[in-house]
């Protein structure tokens, strides 16, 4: 058994900014319509599994802890 798997998942660390993109963005945000540096943002979050890419390609959707 690995360390991980005994304590849980590692916390994802979070900028002042990412928070605040967080906070002012609703579960569901479309791609379109991001000015440029949201749109910087917004592809951090998804690299580090805050949100995901919809099936369809044209919403982030916030992943919620079960």
Do not use: C, W
Not at 35 to 64: C, H, N, P, Q, T
């Amino acid at each position: 058994m690995k360390i991980h798997q005994i304590l849980g998942a590692p916390p994802i660390i979070l900028t002042n900014e990412e928070k605040e993109f967080i906070q002012r963005h609703a579960d569901e945000i479309p791609l379109t319509g991001l000015y440029e540096r949201d749109e910087v943002i917004a592809r951090i979050l998804v690299r580090k599994g805050v949100y995901d890419i919809s099936k369809d390609s044209r919403f982030m959707v916030l992943k919620r802890e079960s």
